[in-house]
């Protein structure tokens, strides 16, 4: 007879792996169902990482697999949308298990090795050009500083502690790691622009948002917007990423309605951008009867354009994507004036690219279509990385 006190190693490379999942995982879905839970997700935090560090390569591929599942199960929703929905539940599944390889990677290092490519990695390792996992970001609910410093301290730290009990000198430098990941210094929070802003947001299906066919009403929705924000003499109004599903700069009547309403107010929303034969995704910025195009600098790997090979790309385009071409990008961000304040503009996925924070800019506006991903985590991990890059 089996004897069951003798837990079978897959099975316990399996609860270790989950439990170490939902520690990294936590905080996002505490700050999803706004949860103030500083205490809880330190204390995740702490437990996940040291999960980590120890694993053993079973139990890191296990690891690496549920993580990103739990973080970006989400992205596999846009594919809803097209012609083939059952990609829905494949495309977590090959996230994941890009994830799982890079973790049981790093489960071949010896353990002080490994702790270094935690701190350090994945300022690198970016699979596809997707910058959106970031281990230091599960500090951002809790007690710990969130900056490129108290992160590799942290993991230093907890290191320690687990090799205290043979050299009891660590004990003393897990101390003042630990301190050192607690106090390190972070941005300071800058004034809010003494602008009256209104935040506008639209609530389109994504199923009909770009059909020519929905349009009329996307266009008399934005105007009741901004009419709406003159009425409250507010000096900008933000309307999302896309608010207006065109190529705006080839829509005459339209621009004419928003500069005449510039003079009011100043706008940002989002439209595409047609330049010659080659597409943008954009946001326009409408200020005194004169307006400005900020084109896309980091486009969403597969959704806007493929990190693949051309020929590649084309195939899975032409398999996928309905055969459509992929957007351009810009070659740097746009920066613009209103008042006395200079604003970045990023659209959506780009907000949370590290790069769009280089030469510190003042302020950012972003502006973002969720509807491809909604309800799930995805704006709340979108604004995390935004929280972390602004620090």
């Not at 929703?77 to 599944?93: C, G, N, Q, R």
């Not at 281990?135 to 410093?149: D, K, Q, T, W």
């Not at 959506?348 to 590290?354: K, N, T």
Request: some cysteine.
């Amino acid at each position: 007879m089996r004897d069951f006190r003798k837990r079978n190693p897959n099975t316990t490379a399996l609860i270790n792996a989950l439990l170490g999942a939902l520690c990294l995982s936590a905080f996002v879905y505490f700050e999803a169902a706004a949860l103030d839970l500083r205490p809880l997700n330190t204390i995740c935090a702490l437990f996940g990482f040291a999960i980590w560090l120890i694993a053993d390569k079973k139990t890191a591929f296990l690891l690496g697999f549920f993580v990103a599942l739990l973080w970006f199960w989400w992205i596999g929703l846009s594919f809803l949308y097209t012609e083939y929905p059952p990609l829905a539940f494949v495309a977590p599944i090959a996230i994941a298990l890009i994830y799982a390889v890079i973790f049981f990677a790093f489960a071949w290092l010896p353990i002080y090795a490994r702790a270094a490519a935690i701190a350090f990695g994945f300022w690198l390792i970016e699979p596809f050009g997707f910058a959106w996992f970031k281990p230091e970001l599960v500090l951002a609910s809790g007690y710990f500083s969130v900056n490129r410093v108290a992160f590799p301290l942290l993991i230093a730290a907890i290191l320690c502690v687990i090799y205290a009990k043979k050299r009891r000198f660590l004990f003393a430098i897990s101390a003042a790691c630990f301190i050192g990941a607690f106090v390190a210094p972070e941005a300071p929070k800058p004034k809010a622009p003494n602008l009256n802003i209104t935040l506008a947001r639209t609530n389109i299906d994504q199923s009909i948002k770009w059909q020519k066919s929905d349009l009329p009403r996307q266009i008399a929705e934005v105007f009741k917007l901004i009419d709406e924000a003159i009425a409250q003499k507010a000096d900008l109004i933000v309307l999302p990423e896309a608010a207006i599903a065109t190529f705006l700069n080839r829509e005459e009547e339209i621009l004419d309605e928003l500069l005449t309403r510039s003079f009011s107010i100043a706008i940002v929303l989002g439209g595409l951008h047609l330049k010659s034969s080659t597409p943008y995704n954009s946001a326009y910025i409408f200020q005194n009867g004169r307006y400005k195009i900020a084109d896309k600098v980091f486009l969403v790997p597969f959704g806007e354009a493929s990190p693949l090979p051309s020929w590649a790309g084309r195939l899975v385009n032409r398999l996928f994507f309905d055969d459509a071409i992929d957007y351009v990008s810009a070659s740097n961000p746009t920066d613009f004036t209103i008042g006395d304040y200079r604003f970045r503009a990023a659209i959506c996925y780009e907000a949370a690219i590290e790069a769009m924070y280089r030469d510190a800019p003042p302020y950012m506006i972003a502006i973002s279509n969720n509807g491809w991903f909604t309800p799930s985590i995805e704006p709340t991990l979108q604004k995390l990385l935004m929280r972390l890059y602004a620090k």
